[in-house]
């Protein structure tokens, strides 16, 4: 599995545009991209997934440059309950094996 | 749905002894899978399962053990605790063949070992 890194933490003002960047060197062909939300005491919660180019939800959007070797995450206009652990994971094609990383603690300021 | 259920919420073992932490889903997703947080790290995967009766090594499974008699249950045991597997486990389950990747956590485990 392609070992993942992220940011440790971000600070972002209320109200603005939030984006996470995550390095995954040796994804593999046929590797895909999600991301979770973590709070505290919580089981992380799915937040987007995406193979390439961009994909957009109704909480996130997802950039994948066509080398895949990165990929971030846009949050657009954070409240404070965007205040979480994000993480950035790498899961082989048959979606049975993830690796999570140590994540990126966003801190969002009122 | 109650979705994925954990039991207990809170454990405490002494080093040697046994248990086994219950998960439980009700959403028929085929695939279930049990990971460990260490405080300020993020997730390990112990082990997997793609359904009844088939189960699989992740990242971290020395220590445990698993079953899959049915799709709605996917315990793990610890047969002799030790202080090295005080953690917090989450158990998560996934649908299989859409195409999608989302899995869905449970509210997690904590488990201390003296």
């Known amino acids: 599995l392609a070992k993942t890194t992220q940011p440790i933490s971000m600070d972002s003002y209320e109200g603005q545009e939030v984006n996470i960047t995550c390095s995954h060197n040796?994804?593999?062909?046929?590797?895909?991209i999600t991301w979770y939300q973590q709070f505290p005491s919580q089981g992380p919660r799915f937040i987007i997934q995406?193979?390439?180019t961009k994909v957009t939800n109704e909480v996130a959007s997802l950039f994948i440059p066509a080398d895949r070797k990165s990929s971030t995450l846009s949050l657009p206009r954070v409240s404070l309950s965007d205040t979480a652990v994000y993480y950035c994971l790498v899961g082989d094609y048959t979606g049975n094996q993830f690796y999570f990383g140590t994540g990126t603690s966003l801190t969002v300021i009122p | 749905n109650a979705g994925v259920t954990q039991t207990p919420k809170f454990q405490v073992l002494k080093t040697g002894q046994s248990m086994t932490l219950q998960c439980a889903q009700d959403m028929n997703h085929e695939y279930m899978s049990w990971y460990r947080q260490d405080p300020g790290m993020g997730l390990r995967l112990i082990h997997y399962s793609v359904g009844a009766g088939i189960t699989d090594q992740g990242e971290v499974p020395n220590g445990y053990n698993v079953s899959r008699s049915t799709t709605e249950d996917f315990p793990l045991r610890l047969l002799s605790a030790a202080p090295s597997q005080t953690s917090v486990y989450f158990c998560?389950?996934?649908?299989?063949?859409?195409?999608?990747?989302?899995?869905?956590f449970g509210p997690g485990t904590r488990l201390t070992v003296t």
């Open positions: 995406g193979y390439k």
């Open positions: 998560a389950s996934r649908l299989t063949g859409t195409g999608s990747y989302e899995q869905y």
């Open positions: 040796n994804i593999a062909t046929n590797d895909y």
